[in-house]
């Protein structure tokens, strides 16, 4: 079972590289996407629950360390175990995996089983103020500064060579943030994240200034890479409260770290069936407006970009 999925994965990311640069197999690619979807969701769900992770961290002296944060609120809480325990699954394992989770939305710290039962496999989970998104990241900056993070979402299924990737890459760029996946901004700075393109699956983006990380799809942040503004929690929540992703682009502009994207890009990973799943995309693309292109106006007003 488990080979069905690692071959699947790499078709699935094939397909969606090949769907992009030939719009003719976009139903073909379109159709193959949704049946690993169902497989991963179905089959690969009960492989997982039959054969339990034994320990999902690290066990080895390195000398660099490699934190996995993310965060999950309540309509969410029953299925965040499935990320975490794909991301315990990895062929390079990190040194730690936390899940913020907000102290105002689990005032009893009461969670389900399947997510209790993971904190014996090495997962940390800590209570904090409620940042929404921007959770994700905030607290593991201030809490591990001489650990890399690496940022994940709460409803991915994630491909097992995830984490090894990032790191590879961040070998090679330290001194990059470096992403699974990514958006160009561009031509101009000015320009709204609705204009922005994704990457190209045919094209290298290295040491990219214009390459704004798709955080949940997986991606690295090296340690002290950020501006001391960037854990300004207040200024965060009043410009851009859903857009964290495009409050750390900013931050990496106002401290000149640029963006490395793996080659050839890859889509985002599969998503887990939730009953009623709201993102923060669709949320963002509210009646009345773009709330990513609102937000990044601000930015831009703010930082002067």
Not at 213 to 220: K, R
Request: aromatic share 14%; with cysteine.
């Amino acid at each position: 079972m488990l080979w069905l999925y690692v071959i699947g994965y790499r078709l699935f990311f094939f397909g969606k590289r090949l769907r992009k640069r030939f719009p003719f197999w976009e139903n073909a690619a379109r159709r193959y996407e949704y049946l690993f979807s169902v497989f991963a969701n179905r089959k690969m769900l009960k492989w997982l629950e039959k054969h339990p992770v034994k320990w999902g961290l690290n066990s080895k002296p390195r000398a660099e360390k490699y934190t996995v944060s993310l965060t999950s609120f309540p309509a969410r809480i029953e299925y965040v175990h499935i990320a975490i325990e794909t991301l315990m699954r990895q062929s390079v394992k990190p040194d730690r995996i936390v899940l913020w989770l907000a102290e105002s939305q689990f005032p009893d710290h009461k969670l389900p089983e399947t997510l209790i039962a993971l904190q014996e496999k090495g997962l940390t989970i800590r209570y904090c103020e409620d940042l929404r998104s921007h959770k994700k990241y905030h607290f593991s900056f201030l809490e591990y500064p001489e650990d890399h993070i690496i940022l994940a979402d709460d409803d991915l299924f994630y491909p097992k060579d995830t984490v090894k990737r990032l790191i590879k890459l961040h070998k090679k760029y330290p001194r990059d943030i470096v992403c699974m996946s990514a958006q160009i901004i561009g031509p101009t700075m000015l320009d709204v994240p609705s204009k922005w393109t994704e990457a190209k699956p045919w094209r290298k983006y290295i040491s990219h200034p214009n390459a704004q990380a798709f955080t949940g799809a997986g991606s690295l942040f090296p340690a002290h890479w950020y501006p001391e503004e960037l854990l300004n929690k207040e200024k965060a929540m009043e410009i851009a409260p859903t857009a964290d992703d495009l409050w750390l682009k900013a931050m990496s502009l106002k401290a000149g770290v640029n963006t490395t994207v793996d080659y050839p890009p890859r889509g985002f990973p599969v998503d887990i069936a939730i009953p009623n799943n709201a993102t923060l995309f669709q949320e963002n693309k509210v009646s009345g407006g773009n709330q990513n292109d609102r937000a990044w106006r601000q930015l831009v007003d703010y930082m002067i970009l």
